[in-house]
């Protein structure tokens, strides 16, 4: 494996962790297609060899509590190594609703 390239996989993907969890650390929204690019970003690292998963995740905790001051939320039970699935959790607030009609 060329470590040039792991580095610069683990670089970019600390970057992308960063932002999302800053996002939501700020009270922001992320969106979808940020958050399901950063799950790919993290497949695609397992697939191409890159990474193992407990190494994605580990990573994904330490940045989580970097910009939360609190340990990530347990999501081995939906965690899934062998396809890659490695679900990044969301702090998102529900939007606020209106009815659009006065019934």
């Known amino acids: 494996m060329n470590a040039h390239v792991q580095d610069k996989f683990f670089a970019q993907l600390t970057a992308y962790f960063d932002a999302v969890f800053e996002s939501y650390a700020n009270g922001l929204d992320v969106s979808p297609g940020d958050s399901l690019r950063l799950e790919g970003f993290m497949q695609a690292g397992l697939v191409l060899g890159l990474a193992e998963g407990p190494e994605l995740v580990d990573l994904m905790a330490r940045r989580y509590e970097l910009a939360f001051s609190r340990?990530?939320?347990?999501?081995?039970?939906?965690?899934?190594?062998?396809?890659?699935?490695?679900?990044?959790?969301?702090?998102m607030c529900r939007a606020p609703v209106w009815p659009s009609t006065k019934d």
């Open 71 to 91: 340990p990530m939320p347990d999501i081995f039970p939906e965690a899934n190594f062998t396809t890659g699935v490695i679900p990044v959790p969301a702090a």
